[in-house]
T-cell receptor
Framework: NAGVTQTPKFRILKIGQSMTLQCAQDMNHNYMYWYRQDPGMGLKLIYYSVGAGITDKGEVPNGYNVSRSTTEDFPLRLELAAPSQTSVYFC????????????FGQGTRLTVV | GEDVEQSLFLSVREGDSSVINCTYTDSSSTYLYWYKQEPGAGLQLLTYIFSNMDMKQDQRLTVLLNKKDKHLSLRIADTQTGDSAIYFCAEKRNAGNMLTFGGGTRLMVKP
């Protein structure tokens, strides 16, 4: 099973550039999440989706956009990259964060210079 | 400051028990979780506890929850070098569907 797959694993962006972080899951999960992890900090939720066509803001949504056109895919878009967006980004999928497990991808390390 | 707090670092000897502590602030938390993150990897759910429980045991792992003090702990018995990782506690609040994570505790196991 592939689980949750994120691409790319690493990326360096220049200030003002844009990019899309890809996330795909093959477990038919309704819920998908994007988190960022800054050094020495816990994960902060950027956006989440409870199903295809539905997305909601998390704790730190500014500077990001998402879409959920299919159950499998949940891309995260950065339109105008800023140094403050240097972080490790994790995608996760799962149930309603109740007693069901959230499965995490391997992460995308993004540096904005 | 963080709503969920953990100490940054813990060092133990192989074979000893490790206890990782976490405090949280929201009394409406419904579920509390422990995740493990190995270097360069995503987070892996270790265990969780529902807020109406005070203890849960799963093989070498014991979770204790003191809801009055809003204190959660993870005890790893017979700690092995493979347990070296960063451990995150997280809470799910009654409202919304977000997890709030602590900053993580780096566990180092010395042979």
């Amino acid at each position: 099973n592939a689980g949750v797959t994120q691409t790319p694993k690493f990326r360096i962006l220049k200030i003002g550039q844009s990019m899309t972080l890809q996330c795909a899951q093959d477990m038919n999960h309704n819920y998908m999440y994007w988190y960022r992890q800054d050094p020495g900090m816990g994960l902060k939720l950027i956006y989440y989706s409870v199903g295809a066509g539905i997305t909601d803001k998390g704790e730190v949504p500014n500077g990001y956009n998402v879409s959920r056109s299919t159950t499998e895919d949940f891309p995260l878009r950065l339109e105008l990259a800023a140094p403050s967006q240097t972080s490790v980004y994790f995608c996760a999928s799962g149930g309603a964060h109740g007693n069901t497990e959230a499965f995490f991808g391997q992460g995308t390390r993004l540096t904005v210079v | 400051g963080e709503d969920v707090e953990q100490s940054l670092f813990l060092s133990v000897r192989e074979g000893d028990s490790s206890v990782i502590n976490c405090t949280y602030t929201d009394s409406s938390s419904t579920y509390l979780y422990w995740y493990k993150q190995e270097p360069g990897a995503g987070l892996q759910l270790l265990t969780y506890i529902f807020s109406n429980m005070d203890m849960k045991q799963d093989q070498r792992l014991t979770v204790l929850l003191n809801k009055k003090d809003k204190h959660l702990s993870l005890r790893i018995a017979d700690t092995q070098t493979g347990d070296s990782a960063i451990y995150f506690c997280a809470e799910k609040r009654n409202a919304g569907n977000m997890l709030t994570f602590g900053g993580g505790t780096r566990l180092m196991v010395k042979p």
